[in-house]
């Protein structure tokens, strides 16, 4: 996983994950959940 910025200020979060996998748990898929835990890391970032 990579979060970057660019000269622009403008942020981005790369996945290199892209199986998505199911939870055996919780019959949830993983993906989507990770994907936004990471934009919200980002998110607390910008709102600071």
Not at 16 to 36: A, F, G, H, I
Request: charged share 30%; proline share 4%; glycine share 0%.
């Amino acid at each position: 996983d990579i979060i970057v910025a660019d000269d622009k200020n403008t942020h981005y979060n790369l996945e290199m994950q892209v199986k998505n996998k199911e939870n055996p748990d919780t019959d949830t898929y993983v993906l989507p959940k990770r994907s936004r835990y990471y934009q919200a890391l980002l998110d607390i970032d910008l709102l600071q």
